[in-house]
């Protein structure tokens, strides 16, 4: 199976900074098939990128997916308050369908 | 309103079995997989497999096959998962996910998520 990893494990920020967040897959994802989700405490997780790089319904534009291959990059342009969750990377190309450890995203 | 509703909170013994159920509303059920996740207290999600609601045609992952069984029901629109033989790293978050839709093609990614369903193996 694919396997992900992703980093930073943490990632400590104040609002209104950048953040970049790495997802690297063990081999090729098939047609780039990787998408990203939020999590925050107590929730399920949301959709925010599928297709590597296209934002679903509803998703500010703040947010932004890139990469292909093995290498793909989620990027919040300016944090906001509720921002501020773990963020997991899954590839669906390849069965079966394979998260990464997730990145926790925290209030410097 | 678009939602998948899951049953409530589990309490096991170890070796015993368990059912969780999704309920489907506000879309057409037979043109979304509905999958199946868990999430292990501070571990990452972890895919189980998935079912088509029009035919009941599933697939497991191979780490839960013998011990997964994936089922619908149209008339209801609910979708069932029940896992045997429990152990304690069963104890995990359960949730329903929904497949993304377009164009005909059912995607492994999920749109739409359950509010989850704790289950818990203790003796």
């Known amino acids: 199976e694919i396997v992900l990893t992703q980093s930073p494990g943490t990632l400590s920020l104040s609002p209104g900074e950048r953040a970049t967040l790495s997802c690297r897959a063990s081999q090729s994802v098939s047609s780039n098939f990787l998408a990203w989700y939020q999590q925050r405490p107590g929730q399920a997780p949301r959709l925010l990128i599928f297709?590597?790089?296209s934002r679903a319904t509803g998703i500010p534009d703040r947010f932004s997916g890139s990469g292909s291959g093995t290498d793909f990059t989620l990027t919040i342009r300016r944090l906001e308050p509720e921002d501020f969750a773990v963020y997991y990377c899954?590839?669906?190309?390849?069965?079966?369908?394979?998260f990464g450890p997730g990145t926790k995203v925290n209030i410097k | 309103q678009v939602q998948l509703v899951q049953s409530g909170a589990e309490l096991k013994r170890p070796g015993a079995s368990v059912s969780v159920s999704c309920k489907a509303s506000g879309y057409i059920f037979n043109n979304h997989y509905v999958h199946w996740v868990r999430q292990a207290p501070g571990q990452r999600l972890e895919y189980m497999g998935g079912?088509?609601?029009?035919?009941?045609?599933?697939a497991n992952a191979q780490k839960f096959q013998g011990r997964v069984t994936m089922t619908s029901d149209t008339s209801s629109t609910t979708v069932y998962l029940e896992l045997t033989s429990l152990i304690s790293e069963d104890t995990a978050v359960y949730y329903c996910?929904?497949?993304?839709?377009?164009?005909?093609?059912?995607?492994?990614?999920?749109?739409?998520w359950g509010q989850g369903t704790l289950v818990t193996v203790s003796s």
């Open positions: 899954q590839q669906y190309g390849t069965s079966p369908f394979t």
């Open positions: 079912i088509n609601p029009d035919g009941g045609r599933t």
């Open positions: 996910a929904r497949s993304f839709f377009s164009a005909g093609v059912s995607f492994g990614f999920f749109d739409l």
């Open positions: 297709g590597a790089s």
